[in-house]
């Protein structure tokens, strides 16, 4: 599929991380890179916010060259705003790609006009998507981001693939969920694989990949172009690394070890605290209990372990928890 977009030239089938509020902030990105991601897309970002230079909206917009390629994903529900805004972005710092927000289910996004309110309105959709286009013109490609649906009662996301196609966007990713499932259920991979074959440009699939077996399981099955891996990501980072691997020779990777596990924890909170996003350590470790109690999914004794991560507040903490949680295992 002939497509601007290089990442998928020459048959490549690329993993991208899934834009996630609060979690794929400029540290974590770093790490997925490192560990395989092939493509980044910002946490989703206001368009108004950015028009009105907020400086903490345009602190979601930052990345690293290593990072590339990387697109800035914008929510709103003007097309025009969101064009100006989509241009104040690339004045910045030119990502990649900008990426509009069709598909988050959160009630404050949706009140406001944005994500997958947009669904239930194709016209609305057309009038974002090419006001987007139009603004950025050619200086980068614009892609879009949508569920299969409102509701179950209300699939549409082949013909808003369509519509999308046609107002100009270089790829579309879709989340096999409606936004009234919001992340409960199973992902709906018949209707992604509709979109892929309604559609010249390039569809990524997004939903329940947990492993390289499901990514090759997809490429296999479906008409996809990529695939986008989101909640696993959050556990287990090295999913990009693993997927590569089965991809390459068919065989499950060892699962990584618990201390190596450890050690990447450890380093995300230093890393984090190294960054501006949060502030002072205490700021940045409390900020952070919730990713720390996410890595722990899974492993041996993860309830009381979670329950002493869920009040740190410095990294001396996590750094004796993690001692201390290794030391157990051990004897």
Known sequence: MSSPLPWFANNAF????????????????????????????????????????????????????????????LFGGDGERMGEAAKKIIDWKRPDFIDINFGCPVNKVVAKNGGSSLLKNCALVASVASGVAKAVGNLVPVTAKIRIGWDEKSINAPDVCHILEEEGMQAISVHGRTRAQSYRGEANWDIIDACARAVAVPVVGNGDIHSGEDVQHRRETTAVSGIMIGRAAMQNPWIFREAKQYLATGKQPEPVSLPERWEMIVRHCQMAMQSDRYGSERQTIMAMRSRLMTYCKGFPGAKPLRQKLCTVSSLAEVEDIAADYLRAISD
């Open 14 to 73: 690329p993993l991208y991380l899934a834009p996630m509020a609060g979690v794929t902030d400029v540290v974590f990105r770093s790490i997925c890179k490192e560990l395989g991601a092939d493509v980044m897309v910002t946490e989703f970002v206001s368009a108004e916010g950015i028009i009105r230079q907020d400086d903490r909206t345009r602190k979601y917009t930052e990345f690293t060259d290593e990072q590339r390629p990387c697109g800035v994903q």
